[in-house]
């Protein structure tokens, strides 16, 4: 395969370029992949002036919005080699990645993460009844090569978009593809990326195919990852994983007024490692399991969305979305010294149906609409014994057939109150009808929470130039299907018994910033501070009859969290542009009158670099990451065995990234990561980070 790869590589440099290469149906190459209007949307670490639609459900300048708002645009999703989707938010202002094993992501946004970030898909909620707030596996179903942006809402969303946006909003979104003129055209996108540092190939094949009012687009991805290899050292057991995946999107335009779009996503892992289960950590003499696969984990996504542009009484705007997700998440695993296999299999089925209206009256820009959702876990786990081959069913990780049903409406209102001051007011009511059968264990819940939730913003336009923005707003999460479904036996000798009363989470959060947006000049800086209640957290109770110890989920825990969030961008000419992010993350935590330091607190971290266009075909990245020493640990991660407890090293690497279009519709592109070889480990991800990387990426429009 990788010499197949090589010499498609070498096969593109070599063939002459055509005329006939370069048009694409009825657009050339460089309107297809926009990169020179795109360049300030997405290149670096500040996309100030870029269009964004997740912080207030309509396309606007983040420059506009009040709201802390991080866009990765097109040109940056080009220039990157991800091997998940959070990679992308690597180095981005108020983000940092953890990474539990490879193939696996999540980003930590201002402190929170988990399910207490609500991430989606094209509009849909990504989160679903089992997403647990901890680090977790389910962003990494998203293919990460059919990506046109990735927008970032830091702080509570949730007036918009309702539980689990209280560190913010991971806004994924995937291409659409538009054709001009009556007569039918094509268009096609080859990519493929070996690297050295995990032995790894991607490849990515898309087309489409359409005329002015409909198009049809599609892809497959393929990514084979092998053992990785860290700083200075061997190559890593169970660091291996694939994965495939499939997308169609169909758009049609009946009358101008409307646009119906039809799309499909699938991606697969078919058996990924637990890197931290399988080989021993922080603390331990030996790994924890002897086996530790998800084996698969999928994820299957369809949605109908219909915009409608029409004046009327009640709406300017109107977008309808309807949506099926599935997700499974199966399991295999065996302790070590047992000969008992698990076998589990866990599956997610999430549909939606939303509306999103707006509307303008005098100095009112209003949006208002509504959710609901139904949310399904189906959960079985049967057990093995490896030598003699009985089988028998065990309790599931989740009471099969839990349900979580959620309706919501919202308004939110933006109020231009002078030339130079903008009021932005939201609120929403959210409600929750959550259903767990008894089972095998004799326990059901039912609970029927609710919460009303809003926001407040303010901007003064000091000039054209430059605003002073600030934030209020409250966010919150209901208890899932992960917070009330674990009980029954537990490790230990306890009892995890259920908690009717266990009701939503809720933060609030304020910050203030100031944003910068000048020729040559971008730049933001933002202060911030949340205070988290009624976090919920396992509690020991007291002993039952049979002297067990009795633990239940309560809404006792409190957090203070805050924080600094910079990034810039300096233009010296139009071919050498400086950039820099800096990130600083504070937390403390409170239990039972105990005071200490908060759970999986990022280190104060960042990026700094240049671009230089120094030849019209040829372009010079070189960029440093760093983080520094985070031995802020809270009780829980002194005994992670995936963190250090005397505190995880600081570190930094150097990178170059250098760029060649050889011809008008193809480029080749050489990334070399880490030249120093630094072995180090992201704060709270459970395997050490690629040494000395090679990437080698060709990318062909045709």
């Known amino acids: 395969m990788r010499r197949t790869l090589v010499a498609c590589l070498l096969a593109a440099v070599a063939a002459p370029a055509g005329a006939e290469d370069i048009i694409l149906g009825e657009a050339t190459a460089a309107e297809s992949t926009g990169s020179d209007e795109r360049r300030s949307e997405g290149g670096g670490t500040v996309s100030l002036g870029a269009v964004q639609v997740t912080a207030t459900r309509r396309a606007e300048d983040s420059f506009d919005v009040a709201t802390a708002v991080s866009v990765v645009g097109a040109d940056e999703v080009a220039e990157r080699a991800p091997q998940t989707i959070a990679d992308y938010l690597r180095g981005q202002p108020g983000a940092f990645v953890q990474s539990t094993t490879p193939g ?378 992960f917070d009330l479904g674990v009980f029954g036996d537990r490790p230990g000798g306890r009892f995890a018994i259920p908690n009717p009363d266990l009701k939503p989470e809720t933060v609030v959060t304020w910050d203030v910033g100031v944003k910068l947006d000048q020729p040559g000049w971008q730049a933001e800086a933002f202060l911030w501070r949340s205070r988290y209640r009624d976090k919920i957290t396992a509690v020991d109770i007291g002993h039952d009859e049979a002297n067990r110890i009795l633990v239940q989920n309560r809404n006792v825990t409190e957090l203070e969290l805050w924080g600094a969030e910079l990034g810039a961008r300096w233009t010296l000419d139009p071919a050498l542009t400086l950039h820099g992010t800096l990130n600083l993350t504070r937390g403390r935590e409170q239990y039972a009158g105990a005071d200490y330091d908060a759970d999986r607190i990022p280190p104060l971290n960042g990026r700094l670099g240049l671009e230089w266009g120094f030849a019209p075909d040829w372009r010079l990245d070189a960029w440093a990451s760093y983080a520094a020493r985070q031995d802020r640990l809270s009780p829980r991660d002194r005994i992670d065995p995936r963190v250090n407890p005397a505190g995880t090293a600081g570190w930094n690497t150097w990178n170059l990234r250098l760029g060649w279009d050889f011809r008008p519709d193809a480029s080749l592109a050489l990334r070399l990561e880490n030249l120093g070889d630094r072995r180090y480990r992201e704060h709270g991800s459970g395997v050490d980070e690629v040494g000395r990387n090679a990437v080698l990426t060709l990318d062909w429009r045709f």
């Open 104 to 481: 696996q992501a999540i980003p930590i946004v201002r402190g929170l993460k988990g399910s207490e970030v609500l991430h989606l898909v094209d509009g849909f909620r990504l989160n679903t009844a089992f997403f647990r707030n901890a680090p977790n596996q389910y962003f990494a179903l998203v293919d990460a090569q059919n990506v046109e942006r990735v927008e970032v809402v830091r702080g509570p969303s949730s007036t918009l978009y309702g539980s689990d946006a209280m560190g913010g909003v991971v806004h994924v979104l995937t291409p659409e593809e538009h054709f001009d003129g009556a007569q039918w055209g094509t268009r096609g996108h080859f990519r493929t990326q070996l690297a050295s540092g995990d032995l790894s190939n991607v490849t990515r094949l898309g087309g489409a195919a359409g005329r002015e009012g409909v198009s049809l687009a599609g892809g497959v991805t393929y990514q084979d990852v092998g053992e990785r290899r860290p700083g200075g050292g061997p190559r890593l057991p169970y660091t291996d994983f694939r994965a495939w995946a499939a997308d169609a999107k169909l758009l049609w335009t009946p009358a101008p007024e409307h646009e119906l779009m039809l799309s499909a996503q699938y991606l697969k892992q078919p058996k990924t490692p637990r890197f931290d289960e399988l080989v021993a950590g922080y603390g331990q003499t030996r790994a924890n399991s002897a086996e530790f696969f998800f084996e698969p984990n999928d994820r299957a996504f369809a949605q109908a969305r219909w915009h409608w542009n029409a004046v009327n009484v009640a709406f300017d705007t109107a977008e309808l979305h309807l949506g099926w997700q599935a997700i499974n998440d199966d399991r295999r695993s065996r302790d070590n010294g047992s000969t008992n296999r698990d076998l589990e299999q866990n599956r997610d089925t999430l549909r939606g149906f939303t509306g999103s209206f707006s509307k303008q009256l005098g100095a009112h820009a209003l949006v208002y609409g509504f959710e609901a959702y139904q949310d399904r876990v189906d959960s079985r786990r049967t057990r093995v014994n490896v030598n003699s081959g009985a089988v028998s069913p065990r309790a599931p990780r989740f009471p099969d057939g839990s349900t979580m049903d959620s309706y919501a409406l919202y308004l939110d209102d933006s109020i231009e109150l002078a030339p130079r001051w903008q009021l932005d007011l939201g609120a929403r009511y959210s409600r929750f009808d959550i259903a767990l059968p008894a089972g095998a264990t004799g326990i059901g819940v039912k609970l029927t929470p609710d919460d009303i939730t809003g926001n407040a913003g303010l901007t003064f336009k000091a000039s054209d130039s430059v605003h002073l923005v600030t934030n209020l707003g409250r966010g919150f999460r209901a208890p899932n299907i």
